[in-house]
């Protein structure tokens, strides 16, 4: 189940100037830094995984090479 709002109204600012523009979801999520997701590569790499955590941990270990790969071009 969905909804659509027709108009946000944010308090403290100027509504004109955000007509027209998309919301960041990403905005005032946490991150990680280069040095934090190169921990995290590590750790896997040193790690043996089996079975059914293979899937998840190739998934998540994507993900974070993207974020890397992100944060080194920026």
């Known amino acids: 189940m969905s909804f659509k709002s027709g108009e946000i ?3 403290g600012t100027n509504n004109s100037k955000l ?8 905005q005032d999520l946490p991150s990680l830094s280069k040095e934090e997701i190169m921990f995290l590569l590590k750790v896997i790499q040193q790690h043996d995984f089996k079975g059914k955590d293979v899937e998840i ?3 998540t270990t ?3 090479q993207k974020q890397y790969i992100h944060l080194s071009n920026k």
């Open 9 to 11: 109204i944010i308090r």
């Open 19 to 26: 007509k027209g523009k998309k919301a960041d979801p990403n």
């Open 57 to 59: 941990l190739y998934n």
């Open 62 to 64: 994507l993900n974070l």
